[in-house]
C-alpha cells in the first residue's frame, strides 16, 4: 500500500463526509476541511500529496484556492470537483496548469477512486524520481571524493616511483665507479706508500736550508694528499658492507663527533649550536660510519663559512617517532639550486681544484643508505645549506640482522613530512 496523505476541501460537511466514507479502506491518512483559508493553512503546516477540492465555495472559486496551493505544495496533485455550469471554469483551470484533473458532480465513485489512486501512483513516481535525482548526486559527490583520493595515490605513486628510479640508478652508479674506485686505489697505494717512506727518509738527511728539503716537502704534501684522496676511494668502495649494529643515542653520537671536531671548528671561528634532545627514540648504527657522515657534514659547512659563522645541529623525531632527523644547518655561502641534483654523485664539486675529491657527500650518502636512511638537502646562494638525515629509529631493541631484512626503514611519508619543512 502507497502512504499518501490527501486533503479533502468542501464548504458542504455532507459532501466531506461521503469522500471520507470513500476513501476510507484505501490506507490513506485524510485531512479535510469545509474552510478554503483554513485548508491553505493546514497545507503550510502538514505536508499533502493529493487535493481533492470543491470548485464552487463561498470564500474563494476551487481554481483560486488550488493555484494558491500550487504555490505552497507545489508537488501536489490537485483534483477539482464541479458541476456541469462549472466547466470552462474547470478547463480554464487545467489550461493554466493549476488542476491535474477534474471531476462532474456527481461522481462515480469507482471513477473517483480510481483517479485518487493514479494520482498517488504519480506522487510516489515523483517521490522515487527524487530520491533517486538525490543518489545519483550523492554517487557523483561520492564518485568525485574517489576521483580525487585516486589522483591522490597515482601522484604519490608517480613520486615514490620517480624517487625510487633514482634511487637506483643512483645506487648502480656508486656500484659500477665503486668497483672502479676500489681497483685504482689499491693499484696506487702501495706505489705511494713507498714514495711517501723514501721521501721522509730523504728529508731526515736533508737540512732545512737547502732547497731540496723545500721540494721534498712539497713531494711529502702531495703524497699525503694523494693518500687521503685514496683513503676516501677505499671508503667509497667500501660501501654497501654490512655496518657493525649497535644501540645509539642520536645525542651521544653528535657528542662524539663534536669531541673530534668541535676544537677545530672553534679555531675556525665557527659557532656551534646543538639542539639534540637527550630522549630521542635510539637508533642502531655503526657508531664509527655515522660520525664519518657528521664530520663530513660539518667539514662541509666549515669550507662554506671561510670567515666564520653558525652551525646548527637540531634533532627530532618524526612519523609519530619512527624516524630519526638530524639537520646540519649552516650560514655559509649556499648552493646553487643547478648543482643540489647532483650534489650526491660521486667525484662532483663545487670546490676549487684541489680543495675536494666530490667524494665526500658520495660516501656519507652511501652509509645512510646501509643504514637503511636517507640524506636530504636544501639550500639557495647566499643563504647557507641544509643537510638532513633521516635514520629509522628503534623504540624496541632489535638486532641487525632484522634492521637489515627491512626493505625500506624511512618511509616516503617521512621524507614528503621532512621535506615538507625545509
Not at 455550469?85 to 487545467?94: C, K, N, P, R, V
Not at 653528535?254 to 671548528?265: C, F, K, N, P, R
Request: hydrophobic residues 40%; glycine residues 8%.
Amino acid at each position: 500500500m502507497i502512504q499518501a496523505t490527501i486533503l479533502l476541501i468542501d464548504d458542504e460537511e455532507h459532501i466531506l463526509k461521503s469522500l471520507r466514507r470513500l476513501f476510507r479502506k484505501e490506507g490513506y491518512e485524510l485531512l479535510a476541511s469545509n474552510d478554503p483559508l483554513e485548508a491553505l493553512e493546514l497545507m503550510k503546516k502538514q505536508g499533502v500529496d493529493v487535493i481533492i477540492c470543491d470548485q464552487r465555495m463561498p470564500e474563494m472559486t476551487g481554481s483560486e484556492l488550488l493555484a494558491a496551493a500550487r504555490e505552497i505544495r507545489p508537488d501536489a496533485i490537485r483534483i477539482m470537483l464541479t458541476g456541469y455550469t462549472d466547466l470552462q471554469s474547470a478547463e480554464d483551470a487545467i489550461n493554466k496548469g493549476e488542476v491535474w484533473r477534474f471531476l462532474l458532480k456527481p461522481w462515480n465513485d469507482q471513477d473517483l477512486r480510481n483517479t485518487v489512486r493514479q494520482a498517488v501512483m504519480l506522487v510516489e513516481m515523483k517521490r522515487a524520481q527524487r530520491r533517486m535525482v538525490a543518489q545519483i548526486r550523492a554517487q557523483n559527490i561520492e564518485l568525485a571524493r574517489l576521483s580525487e583520493q585516486l589522483q591522490k595515490k597515482l601522484k604519490s605513486s608517480e613520486q615514490k616511483l620517480e624517487h625510487y628510479d633514482t634511487h637506483i640508478a643512483r645506487t648502480e652508479k656508486l656500484a659500477s665507479l665503486g668497483l672502479m674506485a676500489g681497483g685504482i686505489a689499491h693499484e696506487l697505494n702501495n706505489p705511494l706508500g713507498g714514495i711517501l717512506t723514501m721521501t721522509q727518509l730523504l728529508l731526515e738527511d736533508t737540512s732545512e736550508d737547502s732547497p731540496t728539503h723545500a721540494d721534498l716537502k712539497e713531494i711529502e704534501r702531495a703524497t699525503l694528499h694523494s693518500r687521503n684522496v685514496i683513503s676516501n676511494l677505499l671508503s667509497f668502495a667500501r660501501q654497501g658492507r654490512e655496518p657493525k649494529l649497535e644501540e645509539l643515542r642520536p645525542k651521544d653520537v653528535i657528542d662524539g663527533v663534536l669531541a673530534l671536531v668541535g676544537h677545530s671548528l672553534e679555531i675556525k671561528d665557527i659557532i656551534v649550536e646543538v639542539d639534540v634532545p637527550g630522549d630521542l627514540p635510539a637508533i642502531w648504527g655503526d657508531q664509527n660510519r655515522l660520525h664519518q657522515v657528521f664530520i663530513n657534514l660539518l667539514t662541509n659547512a666549515a669550507q662554506a663559512m671561510q670567515r666564520g659563522g653558525t652551525v646548527h645541529i637540531k634533532g627530532r623525531s618524526v612519523e609519530e617517532g619512527k624516524t630519526i632527523a638530524i639537520d646540519v644547518i649552516d650560514s655559509g655561502i649556499g648552493i646553487s639550486s643547478r648543482y643540489l641534483d647532483k650534489i650526491f654523485d660521486p667525484f662532483f664539486t663545487t670546490k676549487d681544484e684541489g680543495q675536494g675529491t666530490g667524494l665526500g657527500l658520495s660516501v656519507s650518502y652511501g652509509l645512510i643508505k646501509d643504514h637503511h636512511g636517507e640524506i636530504l638537502v636544501a639550500s639557495e646562494p647566499d643563504k647557507g645549506a641544509k643537510f638532513t638525515v633521516l635514520l629509522p629509529a628503534n623504540n624496541a631493541r632489535v638486532n641487525g640482522k632484522e634492521l637489515r631484512e627491512r626493505e625500506s626503514s624511512v618511509s616516503q611519508d617521512a621524507l614528503e613530512s621532512v621535506s615538507g619543512n625545509e
